[in-house]
């Protein structure tokens, strides 16, 4: 490391294939069709999948919640009603603040985000919370 440069841990395709394994697991356990997606830091999409019966239009939402949980280090959806609309349109639908965007944290650090839409609120949290287990990323919704 120099005055010009410093490390980063970044999320891996690895990683980002485990989440997206277990919050299908998870839609599938729930029988929800959801959109999934994984993105590192940057918010650059590195793994997504539609789900057969997952709404089609949830597809850019799910894609919306990862990038703005990994923007904001924080889960989507907390933000308050006019605020969120123009979040919304300031981003041109890029950010979002529908509920099913977690950050993936681990050891303190936000290394991206996951994405999840088409079912309700409650199911996509609950798909993305799965995936955070299955790398043992830190749960925002869980107790210190």
């Not at 280090?73 to 099913?100: C, K, Y």
């Not at 650090?109 to 043992?136: E, P």
């Amino acid at each position: 490391m120099t005055a010009t440069t410093r490390p980063a841990a970044r999320l891996t395709h690895a990683a980002a294939l485990t989440a997206l394994q277990a919050a299908i697991a998870h839609a599938e356990a729930i029988g929800v069709p959801e959109n999934v997606a994984v993105v590192d830091a940057d918010g650059n999409l590195l793994a997504f999948l539609r789900m057969d019966g997952a709404k089609l239009l949830s597809r850019e939402s799910a894609l919306a919640k990862a990038v703005t949980a990994a923007s904001n280090g924080a889960p989507t959806g907390r933000l308050p009603a006019d605020l969120a609309v123009t979040v919304a349109l300031a981003s041109g639908g890029r950010l979002t603040n529908l509920p099913g965007g977690l950050p993936i944290v681990i050891d303190g650090v936000c290394l991206g985000g996951i994405g999840v839409g088409s079912g309700a609120s409650d199911q996509d949290v609950a798909v993305a919370r799965a995936a955070l287990r299955a790398i043992g990323a830190q749960d925002p919704g869980a107790a210190p």
